[in-house]
């Protein structure tokens, strides 16, 4: 596709996590050939049906420039969220950067709850139970797959 602006203008290496179920940290690098001045500027529309919404707490480099964005109440839905990164310069039009990202996949989980291990010299067996991590999406328990890590026996 030919995008407006300057080759190598737009932002590189852009991506985002969610973490402690409702918040969402993008980052994203400025563009190799974009000028000193230029300045970034962030939307994400979550779904077709919402509102788009520029980015209301900037992460800012020693320069002042915007080089990410934290995002609270971020709830995942079931459609591709979309993500718009355009620039601004006074010396030339800065190429713009999108991308859709299902949310779902970017989400690092917290760790399961309540977890107990109550161990038996005879017979020597332990049982380990906990209850599942807290999310914003999943309703159904059973999709979570969990790995126990022994360290002393």
């Known amino acids: 596709p030919v995008?407006?602006?300057?080759?190598g203008s737009a932002i590189e290496n852009f991506s985002c996590v969610i973490y402690h179920i409702f918040l969402m940290n993008c980052?994203?690098?400025a563009?190799?050939?974009?000028?000193?001045?230029?300045?970034?500027?962030?939307?994400?529309?979550?779904?077709?049906d919402e509102e788009e919404m520029e980015?209301?707490?900037?992460?800012?480099?020693?320069?002042?420039?915007?080089?990410?964005?934290?995002?609270q109440?971020?709830?995942?839905?079931?459609?591709?969220?979309y993500f718009l990164?355009?620039?601004s310069s006074k010396d030339s039009l800065i190429q713009f950067y999108d991308e859709y990202i299902d949310l779902y996949e970017i989400e690092i989980l917290t760790a399961p709850l309540n977890v107990t291990a109550h161990c038996t010299r005879d017979p020597m067996r332990c049982i380990i139970s906990w209850h599942p991590p807290l999310t914003s999406h999943v309703e159904n328990?059973?999709?979570?797959?969990?790995?126990?890590?022994?360290?002393?026996?």
Not at 55 to 71: P, V
Not at 142 to 152: A, R, V
């Open 3 to 7: 995008f407006a602006g300057m080759k």
């Open 141 to 153: 328990t059973k999709c979570f797959q969990y790995e126990i890590s022994i360290q002393n026996k």
């Open 31 to 48: 563009g190799r050939d974009a000028p000193a001045d230029t300045q970034y500027f962030l939307y994400w529309q979550n779904s077709i």
């Open 73 to 81: 109440n971020v709830s995942i839905g079931i459609e591709k969220a």
């Open 55 to 71: 980015c209301e707490l900037y992460i800012k480099d020693a320069n002042c420039r915007n080089m990410g964005c934290i995002f």
């Open 85 to 87: 990164v355009n620039g």
């Open 27 to 29: 980052t994203w690098q």
